[in-house]
């Protein structure tokens, strides 16, 4: 197993495991191991087809991916999800095709070679097995054509791939330029105007609106809403009122066979039956409490055959007491050596026992871990209770019954959302699996209270009303949302003018304190600075000052404008980084070129080949 592992791990265990081209993470062809091409495409690409098969498949490879890291499962959108599978097959196929188009192949014998080189497929002696190499194909049900053809089209992926990526290329020196530019720095003055402060200089005419609205009416849409009614629950919200002596009981037994604890103690017994059996069983006990001897005792006063060897029954099975198990495991409980508990009633009359020996590990008592198995015994309740009233709610949503009904008959509050959102959901609701649902076309239709779903550690149900479709606003409809946005646009050029007014009085640093405005002293900062935003940091590194002046520069941000001033930009005299963190600075810029050029090489591929999508196909696979 350890050989197979390491198998999986080496470059032909990948491609049977995943098969992805590395830059893209393109998913695999499980598709090919299962014999044949569906014939219901969801894509036609060139000469090739994706399938139905393969594209399901590909996409639940992915979906496990992702949940294995996401806690969440709400927090999946679907629709992203089946959109990046299908991108990522499209251009595997692409690639597939140009390869072979450019008679990038990998004969038999480099396959061969390969192979015999993995430990997986050799003995005992370092030889090739090829009764291992026969079960390996057994095992996945394969031949070895199929094999040799797998492996021969990944390999020929690989090298387009690394023909394309290996082709980026940027110099040394521009490294040393990128890294000195992280080591500038300068002293920087700030004043930020507020787009808000000049709304009240805004003018906006009939016509401003008009225009905007003729020139952008395509884009000013309404967003796509329904009203929602909805239940939440939660485990946190079931209430456990009581905790009984059997749940405690419960838990404490599951606690000794988590920890594997076995009760190793030998146990002796004295036995009383008859209608006497009561004051007997206590005259029997007075005189142990005086000192008498257990054993002499069990033989002469014990009913049970026991008695004759002094009482002995051996270790402690609870079993055997069936019913009464509990309150004889409860005289025992913490008993030691020696220890004699007092007669205790049972179906088999009246009992007495002593340990006589103790082999085992000391077992914590029922007493004294009651409050933590009240906590167990609680949690496991309610947990209980919480997976009863989703199935219960989900069969009602089932059977058809309106959420509020739901909501009376099981006592869950019920919440409403007006204008929930499909676009832009900010809500407290805004998790993708919920919004897919509350848009579902079936549940809208039918106006249905949707089955559970999965948000954080709690349960959803909703049930949408009053849809909304998205449509082009009218010019009335459109018109608050215009004038918001005339209304920044002008401030915030109000703003930049206000700024750029200021600039040609500053020359030196003597010139800041004398503006109309005041610009507040950030010392020396770098371009990693976080007392500025991104654009405002580009915008402070953007001119050179002149020797023992400033420079003054404004710009349009993201607040409305922005007035910078800086002194000269120092570079520090010598750089952190060492020659082999440089060259591993440019191998990650060169990647991150390489993929670039990747990208384009598959836009220019989509172009030579003919790529079709299958709509239909793919909403039946999206479950649309």
């Known amino acids: 197993m350890d050989k197979l592992r390491d198998f999986l791990k080496s470059w032909p265990g990948r491609i049977l495991l995943i098969l992805c081209l590395s830059p893209l993470a393109l998913l695999g062809v499980e598709s090919y191991f299962g014999g044949g091409v569906d014939p219901n495409q969801v894509a036609q690409v060139g000469d090739a087809s994706i399938g139905l098969t393969e594209y399901q498949s590909a996409v639940n490879s992915r979906r496990t991916e992702i949940l294995e890291q996401v806690e969440d499962a709400s927090l999946l959108n679907e629709d992203v999800l089946h959109e990046q599978v299908l991108k990522g097959l499209i251009d595997r196929t692409l690639l597939e095709q140009q390869a072979g188009r450019l008679g990038m192949t990998v004969s038999d014998d480099t396959i061969n070679r390969l192979l015999r080189q993995e430990e997986v497929f050799q003995d005992a002696?370092?030889?090739?097995?090829?009764?291992?190499?026969?079960?390996?194909?057994?095992?996945?049900?394969?031949?070895?054509?199929?094999?040799?053809?797998?492996?021969?089209?990944?390999?020929?992926?690989?090298?387009?791939?690394?023909?394309?990526?290996?082709?980026?290329?940027?110099?040394?020196?521009?490294?040393?330029?990128?890294?000195d530019l992280q080591l500038e720095s300068r002293n920087v003055w700030l004043h930020r105007f507020n787009w808000q402060d000049y709304t009240d200089q805004v003018k906006l005419s009939k016509n401003d609106i008009q225009a905007y609205y003729d020139a952008n009416k395509e884009t000013l849409k309404s967003a796509a809403m329904v009203d929602l009614a909805y239940l939440q629950l939660s485990p946190q919200t079931i209430q456990v009122i009581d905790v009984t002596k059997e749940d405690?009981?419960?838990?404490?037994?599951?606690?000794?066979?988590?920890?594997?604890?076995?009760?190793?103690?030998?146990?002796?017994?004295?036995?009383?039956?008859?209608?006497?059996?009561?004051?007997?069983?206590?005259?029997?006990?007075?005189?142990?409490?005086?000192?008498?001897?257990?054993?002499?005792?069990?033989?002469?006063?014990?009913?049970?055959?026991?008695?004759?060897?002094?009482?002995?029954?051996?270790?402690?099975?609870?079993?055997?007491?069936?019913?009464?198990?509990?309150?004889?495991?409860?005289?025992?409980?913490g008993l030691s050596v020696g220890d004699i508990t007092a007669p205790i009633k049972t179906s088999f009359g009246y009992q007495i026992f002593t340990v006589t020996e103790d082999n085992g590990s000391k077992i914590p008592t029922l007493e004294s871990m009651r409050d933590d198995l009240t906590a167990k015994a609680t949690e496991y309740k309610r947990q209980e209770m919480y997976a009863d009233k989703v199935t219960a709610i989900n069969d009602m949503a089932a059977d058809g019954f309106s959420i509020e009904d739901i909501a009376q008959q099981e006592n869950v509050t019920l919440k409403r959302l007006k204008d929930y959102r499909k676009e832009n959901n900010k809500s407290v609701l805004s998790q993708p699996a919920v919004i897919k649902q509350a848009f579902d076309e079936f549940t809208i239709q039918d106006?249905?209270?949707?089955?559970?779903?999965?948000?954080?550690?709690?349960?959803?149900?909703?049930?949408?009303?009053?849809?909304?479709?998205?449509?082009?606003?009218?010019?009335?409809?459109?018109?608050?949302?215009?004038?918001?946005?005339?209304?920044?646009?002008?401030?915030?050029?109000?703003?930049?003018?206000?700024?750029?007014s200021l600039i040609a009085g500053i020359?030196?640093?003597?010139?800041?304190?004398?503006?109309?405005?005041?610009?507040?002293?950030?010392?020396?900062?770098?371009?990693?600075?976080?007392?500025?935003?991104?654009?405002?940091?580009?915008?402070?590194?953007?001119?050179?000052?002149?020797?023992?002046?400033?420079?003054?520069?404004a710009s349009e941000t993201e607040t409305g404008a922005t007035l910078l001033v800086g002194d000269r930009i120092k570079t520090e005299p010598q750089s952190p980084l060492s020659d082999a963190q440089r060259a591993q600075t440019a191998s990650i810029i060169r990647d991150n070129l390489g993929q670039d050029q990747l990208q384009d090489y598959l836009d220019y591929l989509r172009l030579v080949y003919k790529v079709e999508i299958n709509e239909a196909n793919m909403s039946n696979a999206q479950g649309r």
Request: hydrophobic letters at 40%.
């Open 125 to 179: 002696d370092g030889n090739f097995s090829n009764d291992q190499f026969a079960n390996f194909l057994r095992q996945r049900g394969m031949t070895k054509n199929q094999l040799f053809a797998e492996f021969r089209n990944q390999l020929s992926l690989d090298q387009l791939n690394a023909s394309i990526v290996g082709t980026a290329v940027y110099p040394m020196q521009a490294v040393s330029q990128l890294i």
């Open 507 to 553: 020359k030196t640093s003597a010139d800041i304190s004398k503006q109309s405005v005041s610009l507040q002293s950030l010392g020396a900062v770098n371009r990693q600075t976080t007392l500025l935003t991104e654009k405002e940091r580009g915008l402070a590194f953007s001119q050179q000052a002149a020797n023992n002046g400033v420079v003054a520069v």
């Open 248 to 333: 405690l009981q419960q838990q404490y037994e599951a606690y000794k066979q988590e920890q594997a604890i076995v009760d190793e103690r030998q146990v002796s017994q004295i036995l009383l039956t008859g209608d006497n059996a009561k004051a007997r069983a206590d005259t029997v006990k007075a005189r142990l409490d005086k000192g008498a001897s257990f054993v002499a005792l069990a033989k002469s006063e014990s009913d049970d055959p026991s008695g004759e060897t002094g009482g002995s029954i051996g270790r402690f099975n609870p079993s055997v007491f069936g019913n009464d198990a509990t309150a004889v495991e409860k005289a025992l409980e």
């Open 447 to 500: 106006q249905a209270v949707t089955a559970g779903i999965e948000v954080g550690n709690g349960t959803v149900w909703v049930q949408p009303s009053n849809y909304r479709p998205t449509k082009t606003l009218a010019l009335s409809a459109a018109t608050p949302r215009i004038t918001q946005i005339l209304r920044q646009q002008k401030a915030t050029a109000l703003a930049l003018k206000e700024a750029k």
